[in-house]
């Protein structure tokens, strides 16, 4: 077993504090201190066990009769899917998170934690925002939630939706943000990125916008406190100030991103 001395010695109050011990007292402690270790040791091992490799995750892929990309209004975990309320007319965003993107917990929570820390209204619309297009999608939802949201919102919200996606495989400790189980889980232990997002990475990584996507992951929390409320109402003023509402309803005004709005408004449409 390997002993990192200077943290050895920090643990018994740095060097002065080990000048004076005696050699058996120094014998004991780094025998106390290599019992430790191994205990952690053994503990991360015991967790990474918990959770499943890349293969058992592939393995599954032939075991449903979906794949795990599609959007979660596409697919029923629990029986049949449901027959979806008309969308108004004018449709706004408020109407596609009440009929479309509801319970909406995850953002919801996300957005109010950015809000009591006092984030700025763009981190906080793109906390709101960062994950409802997994209603359509999946995959690289990072930069399909940006294409929905773009026309929309203020350029640093878009650019904080696109990039969390690939942030959230690295932690990042001075902000706050380890790497979450969660994805140990739903990746694989052993699960390296791909390219894509290493090389996206290291580019927002020396963005002068890098604390945008990166706050959106510090406030992306799944271990939620289940009793906890929370609603749209707290965000309507930053939605009006930052939302670009279009007076014919979103999906009717004929932006780059109109059809991403009429599939989550219809998606029983066969074609
Ligand atoms: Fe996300
Ligand atoms: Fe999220």
């Known amino acids: 077993m390997e002993i990192d001395r200077r943290a050895f010695i ?4 740095g060097t002065a504090a080990v000048a004076m011990m005696d050699s058996e007292a120094k014998a004991d402690s780094l025998e106390h201190y290599m019992e430790e270790q191994l205990d952690e040791q053994v503990a991360a091992n015991q967790a990474r066990e918990k959770f499943p490799t890349v293969a058992e995750i592939e393995a599954q892929i032939e075991t449903r009769n979906y794949r795990r990309g599609a959007g979660s209004l596409f697919v ?3 029986g049949n899917v449901k027959k979806l309320t008309p969308m108004p007319k004018n449709a706004t965003l408020k109407d596609f998170f009440e009929l479309r993107f509801a319970p909406a917990n995850h953002v919801l929570q996300s957005a109010t934690r950015a809000l009591k820390t006092g984030m700025t209204e ?3 619309l793109a906390c709101l925002l960062h994950d409802v297009v997994l209603n359509l999608i999946k995959v690289d939802h990072g930069w399909w939630g940006a294409q929905l949201f773009e026309p929309y919102i203020p350029e640093k919200s878009t650019f904080a ?12 400790s001075d902000a706050g943000y380890e790497y979450p189980d969660q994805y140990l889980r739903i990746f694989g232990h052993d699960y390296t ?3 894509h997002i290493q090389s996206t990475y290291k580019m927002v990584r020396n963005h002068k916008w890098y604390m945008e996507p990166r706050l959106v992951t510090v406030n992306d929390l799944y271990a939620f406190d289940p ?12 939605i009006g100030r930052h939302f670009k509402q279009p007076k014919e309803g979103l999906g009717n005004d004929n932006t780059a991103s109109s059809h991403m709005w009429r599939t989550l408004s219809n998606p029983d449409a066969p074609l």
């Open 193 to 195: 990125p791909p390219p």
């Open 10 to 13: 920090a643990s018994l109050g």
């Open 161 to 172: 939706i696109k990039y969390h996606q690939a942030l959230r495989f690295f932690p990042d």
């Open 76 to 78: 029923s975990g629990r």
């Open 227 to 238: 009793n906890a409320k929370v609603s749209l109402d707290p965000f309507t003023d930053i």
């Open 122 to 124: 763009e981190v906080i």
